[in-house]
């Protein structure tokens, strides 16, 4: 069975930083494209970065201005997020996914429960 | 505002057929990239429905289905449920700026 764990979440101030994980299980990693989608209280989905099988290719989306760095850890089945100045507009849960096949234009066929990151002071 | 246009909400009695819209730019949908429809039950993370031409997911109901038009893509839901009371979102890749993106979502009322 598939499994994606998020975890790293918390309540962290404005201006903060935090470094999220999310642990697979139940397929190889590093087969696969995986992505990081936020959505915050009562809003939508929001697709933030993606990175390829073996890290070689990463995309952001390109609002959040450099914010957000994505990376992986095969060896580890460990896909991570990592986000800096974090702005009360940063707080979401954030969930990872496995694409479905390869890229942007994928769709996710899993995803982990999500991980809240509350930013305030 | 969200790239792609979706309804806010839609409703129908069990056993009826509601179709959600999503309604896109030249950029995503009218640019033939695929268009992705996930269902989102309260509390719980999305689940892919329905990708593409015809991909459905193992689990998933056939009365779940997708359809594309020009600019614009459907999900045709039959023989309703209570169960498929959730809210609904749709996600295409949009060439304008370089990325995935989703539609505001439809909460979906069973009445």
């Known amino acids: 069975e598939v499994q994606l764990v998020e975890s790293g979440g918390g309540l962290v101030p404005p201006g903060g930083s935090v470094r999220l994980s999310c642990a697979a299980s139940g397929f190889t990693l590093s087969a696969f494209w995986m992505s990081w989608v936020r959505q915050a209280p009562g809003k939508g989905l929001e697709w933030v970065a993606n990175i390829n099988q073996d890290g070689s290719a990463k995309h952001s989306i390109v609002s959040m201005k450099g914010r957000f760095t994505i990376s992986r850890d095969n060896a580890k089945n460990s896909l991570y997020l990592e986000v800096n100045s974090l702005s009360v507009e940063d707080t979401a849960v954030y969930y990872c996914?496995?694409?479905?096949?390869?890229?942007?234009?994928?769709?996710?066929?899993?995803w982990g429960q999500g991980t809240l990151v509350t930013v305030s002071s | 505002q969200s790239v792609l246009t979706q309804a806010p909400s839609v409703s129908g009695a069990p056993g009826q057929r509601v179709t959600i819209s999503c309604t896109g730019r030249r950029s995503n949908i009218g640019a033939g990239y695929d268009v992705h429809w996930y269902q989102q039950l309260p509390g719980t993370a999305p689940k892919l429905l329905f990708s593409g031409n015809n991909y459905r997911p193992s689990g998933v109901p056939e009365r779940f289905s997708g359809s594309k038009s020009g600019t614009s893509a459907s999900l045709d839901i039959t023989r309703l449920q209570a169960e498929d009371e959730a809210d609904y979102y749709c996600q295409c890749f949009d060439s304008s700026l370089s990325g995935p993106v989703f539609g505001g979502g439809t909460k979906l009322t069973v009445l």
């Open positions: 996914a496995r694409e479905a096949s390869s890229g942007l234009v994928s769709g996710y066929d899993n």
